[in-house]
């Protein structure tokens, strides 16, 4: 029986969450399964994919063949690659102290680049908090100052003085 490691849609419509199983090739979609062995959900940032890394090895090793999404996402949490080592370490190009190595190497690397992926998600969030709040600040103050333009009487004009009108008939006179 050909079997593949594919995945199983839930959730609601624009909202899909996905569960990665072990299926006959025949199966519909959504339909019979062998064995779950894990879930994906692509709406987080970065997606959240959680695999039972020795089951799914252990069926990519029997001969299970991924559809190409899960071939990427057991790419990305080294399923493919721990495989690959293991190659290696058969035909005796590799120990297994050192396939062991360059595995935990390799992780090492990716956990690096997921955490500072979300490192630098949250602080992007956090300068945008910081910026629309500055931003409403200054809107208020914009408009505190218009309410206050508004409410206050509008300035009376200076009634000239007799000193005033004396100095402009002095200019009217010098003008002529």
Request: overall charge positive; hydrophobic content about 35%; some cysteine.
């Amino acid at each position: 029986m050909a079997t593949k490691i594919r995945l199983q849609r839930h959730g609601k419509k624009g909202k899909p969450f996905y569960y990665i199983v072990v299926a006959d090739a025949r199966a519909p979609r959504d339909g019979r399964f062998i064995e779950r062995v894990g879930s994906y959900n692509p709406n987080t940032n970065p997606a959240t994919i959680d695999i039972n890394f020795d089951k799914t090895l252990e069926w990519v090793n029997n001969g299970a063949q991924p559809t190409d999404t899960c071939r990427a996402i057991l790419s990305y949490k080294g399923v493919l690659y721990k495989k690959h080592l293991q190659g290696g370490v058969k035909k005796g190009a590799l120990t297994v102290e050192q396939a062991d190595a360059k595995f935990a190497e390799w992780q090492d690397q990716k956990d690096g680049k997921i955490t500072g992926k979300k490192t630098s998600l949250t602080s992007a969030k956090d300068e945008a908090r910081k910026l629309a709040l500055i931003a409403e600040a200054k809107k208020k103050e914009d408009k505190a100052a218009a309410i206050a333009a508004k409410n206050t009487p509008p300035a009376e004009e200076v009634e000239e003085t007799p000193a005033d009108d004396a100095a402009a008939e002095t200019e009217a006179e010098s003008a002529e």
